[in-house]
């Protein structure tokens, strides 16, 4: 079986809860947008614990499974893989969102456009070194969530299909969910170029993160 945790994540958990158990294994990709930054105005990114103790605390109603720092490579984990999270609206009655599928597991990128690290300046999340992506590909494929965005690649438009949704795996932005009307992450960086990891990669991944 599959790890239930993010190798090398830090573990807050929150309260497990099942999915809905109907087949499919999908991800969806989020960015956290805590300021409203322009290529004019950029801002400093916030601190990896501010949204840590926000998804621990007053916040845990949205919580994620994982927040990943794209700068670091630094990842909390709230919820075991099988269990739902709580990012996407579920409109009472209509399409499963947060518990659809067997595995949904709902990743949020510490980012805001514009947002300004070490002096420079970030425009997309695809823009981001991307530290720590390979190990997240990694645990990903390990649940069964195959390289695909059913939906096409995220844009910052939405595009949003529910027969979609509802029978194809694969990864997701919170901009192709039904019944929510965000439009993040944005354009995202090439997941699928890392190759996939045979038993002598997973042991070297698990021991860079030791």
């Known amino acids: 079986m599959a790890d239930l945790n993010l190798p090398g994540a830090e573990q807050r958990r929150l309260d497990d809860a099942p999915m809905a158990g109907d087949g499919g294994a ?21 601190p990896f614990d501010n949204l840590a103790n926000y998804f621990t605390g007053s916040g845990s109603g949205a919580a994620p499974h994982v ?3 794209p700068f670091t ?6 919820f075991a893989a099988t269990s739902r999270s709580k990012s996407v609206v579920n409109a009472p009655g209509g399409v499963e969102t947060n518990r659809k599928g067997d595995i949904c597991i709902q990743i949020e990128s510490l980012f805001f456009p514009y947002c300004r690290v070490g002096g420079k300046v970030y425009a997309t999340l695809a823009d981001a070194p991307c530290t720590g992506l390979d190990r997240i590909v990694a645990w990903l494929r390990s649940w069964g969530v ?8 995220p844009t910052w438009s939405a595009n949003r299909s529910a027969t979609t949704w509802n ?10 969910v039904p019944e929510n009307d965000h439009t993040d992450p944005g354009p995202m960086p090439d997941l699928f170029r890392f190759p996939p990891a045979g038993a002598a990669d997973r042991r070297r991944l698990d021991e860079e993160v030791r």
Do not use: E, K
Request: aromatic share 12%.
């Open 167 to 176: 029978t194809r795996s694969g990864h997701y932005g919170h901009s192709q």
């Open 146 to 153: 195959p390289d695909v965005w059913p939906m096409g690649a």
């Open 26 to 46: 999908r991800t969806i990709w989020h960015i956290t947008w805590d300021r409203n930054a322009t290529a004019d105005a950029p801002a400093d990114l916030l």
């Open 73 to 78: 490579g630094r990842t909390a984990q709230f």
């Open 67 to 69: 927040l990943w720092d």
